[in-house]
């Protein structure tokens, strides 16, 4: 239902996350060379396996066209960041910091705990395609960099916030349940029994759910109920979006909505309106948000440099698309 080459920055600190098990390294066909340092053929292929392993426990399916598309930039993305992990060990090592230090430490030990679990900080890596200590030597050269990095003023703080207000603001949102059938009459039977109990004055959630959990041909459903959660416009599809939004509060679809998914009975439970933010209850977050933004930029700009010096060589068949 829900609707790079991403650079280390926005792999890590935009989602506040991030990696796999260490590589060996030696011996093997290589794929790339960093200033002379082998990436294992071996390694990158394992690297993708775990990956991909990852992507299919979230439900994709690579034995498709879209699969197999997305499987293409995938392995792209995920060598480019193989050698972004290489050019910053280097550095790291070249400069003799400490990937050990107890700051250190503590930055993963926050980016874990946001996360969630072990499982799922496990899985994030294998999706981002880094290993733990790339993380931590991703995590030493960028608070190297950036340490001068300060806070910016109260002025400047303000003119991020106007800027990008749009990330402060509570978007609209609809919290429902769905069940979803492959015929129109499977949909238009459902809601004829919805409709009985609500004559008797049943309750309507759990019926609907038990009618989801029944009938529902959506994976996970004999489990949720149909239960969505709460989302914001833009992470379903049109058809689908359009109808929930539009509906009232404590009701079901009277019509079955069709989707490419096959058709839809929807109950609404929540719809919460947009809502502009008070400025003096997230200027903390916002003065936060500023100052990551500028280490950042500063980060990027220095790793930028970095990458174009470096002796990257590709062997034949992971040289970069065109």
């Not at 790339?32 to 071996?42: A, F, M």
């Not at 294998?126 to 030597?137: A, C, F, H, V």
């Not at 015929?183 to 008797?200: F, G, H, P, R, S």
Request: proline fraction near 3%.
């Amino acid at each position: 239902m829900k609707k790079s080459q991403v650079g280390i920055i926005l792999g890590i600190l935009a989602l506040m996350l991030m990696a796999t098990g260490c590589s060996s390294l030696v011996g093997g066909k290589w794929a790339v060379k960093v200033n002379g340092d082998s990436i294992l053929v071996k390694d990158y292929d394992a690297r993708v396996a775990d990956a991909q392993k990852t992507y299919e426990k979230q439900g994709m399916k690579f034995d498709t066209d879209q699969g197999k598309q997305a499987l293409t930039q995938i392995k792209t993305q995920l060598l480019d960041r193989m050698i972004e992990g290489k050019i910053i060990a280097q550095e790291v090592k070249n400069q003799k910091l400490n990937p050990q230090d107890a700051a250190i430490t503590t930055q993963e030990d926050v980016i874990k705990k946001n996360i969630g679990d072990a499982t799922k900080f496990q899985d994030t890596l294998n999706q981002q395609g880094m290993t733990e200590p790339e993380l931590k030597n991703f995590l030493t050269l960028y608070s190297k960099i950036t340490v001068d990095v300060k806070a910016l003023s109260d002025t400047e703080v303000k003119a991020f916030f106007d800027k990008n207000i749009a990330n402060y603001s509570q978007p609209e949102s609809v919290t429902a349940h769905h069940i979803l059938v492959k015929t129109e009459d499977e949909a238009k039977a459902i809601i004829v029994q919805l409709q009985t109990a609500e004559k008797d004055n049943v309750a309507i959630l759990p019926k609907f759910e038990q009618l989801a959990k029944d009938n529902s041909i959506e994976p996970g459903a004999k489990q949720s109920g149909g239960d969505l959660g709460t989302f914001t416009k833009g992470k379903m599809v049109a058809e689908f979006e359009t109808a929930a939004f539009a509906q009232k509060v404590g009701t079901f679809s009277t019509t079955p909505v069709k989707t490419e998914f096959g058709y839809h009975v929807i109950f609404v439970q929540a719809h919460t309106p947009a809502a502009a933010p008070d400025y003096t209850k997230v200027k903390a977050q916002v003065a936060q948000d500023a100052l990551n933004q500028a280490k950042d930029a500063k980060f990027q700009t220095y790793f930028d440099a970095l990458r174009k010096k470096t002796k990257i060589e590709y062997a034949k068949g992971y040289e970069p698309a065109s």
